[in-house]
């Protein structure tokens, strides 16, 4: 076998380990959710207290919505507003506060304008943009092979470069979330003394971000299957 077909086999292989890597990423996150939705902050604050105390600090003016759903908590960058689960609104829990803290680093992030979220939100509008049109694609591939027979290559290649933009998005999301819990720890480590406090948000971030390296890696092994088919038919 050449390299092509060594890269197509070992990839269908580790296809099975990501997928096992990602599932076990995304439990870990809930368990250690639910583990430290137990443990009350020394902090004494509500998630909609703790979230307007840091807004005061930063003298950022930001709308605080609740939103339903757990782990639902995002920062918009449109609107300016950082969307809180109702759960940890109303909780003064240590995974609440620490869920609260990453999302305001994204806001922290946004008045920086931070060149990693910048370039993460262009890559997105991109990716929306060419799922807009890879049916399409696939259509005229499908047109092609019945009058020149090249429909298997042509939905290679449109599906390499796919997971191509996929894997960069991955990459750039990646250390756009590490960066967002950096300074989610930083913040925390200033206003919390308790060390077993600190390290229990520490290691809910950390959870967090292992979500995302596994999502990286979805990407990564799909983008080389794809890749390696692409080539041995390009040889055919």
Known sequence: MDWTEWLYVISGFLIFVVIIVAV?????????YNKYSK??????????EFAEKLCQMAGLSLTVNAVGGTLSDHYNS????????????????????????????????D??????????????????????ILMPFLLVSILLSIFIGYAGTIMLFVLVLVYALSLFINLVTL?????????????????????????????????????????MLVSLVYFLRF??????????
């Open 111 to 132: 008045q920086e304008e931070y060149a990693p979220l910048k370039i993460r939100q262009f890559a997105i509008k991109v990716s929306s943009f060419v799922s807009a």
């Open 39 to 48: 443990m009350v902050c020394s902090l004494n604050l509500s998630g909609r």
């Open 24 to 32: 076990t990423s995304q439990s870990k996150v809930y368990s250690s």
């Open 78 to 109: 449109k609107d300016k507003s950082l969307n809180i689960s109702s759960a940890n609104l109303n909780s003064n829990s240590v995974a609440s506060l620490a869920i609260i803290a990453h999302e305001f680093g994204h806001a922290l992030q």
């Open 227 to 236: 890749l390696s088919l692409f080539l041995m038919s390009r040889r055919d």
């Open 175 to 215: 250390s756009v979330e590490v960066d967002a819990s950096n300074r989610a720890k930083k913040m925390l480590s200033t206003m919390i003394s308790d060390e077993e406090e600190q390290k229990a948000m520490s290691n809910m971030l950390s959870a967090a971000a292992m979500t995302y390296v596994a999502s």
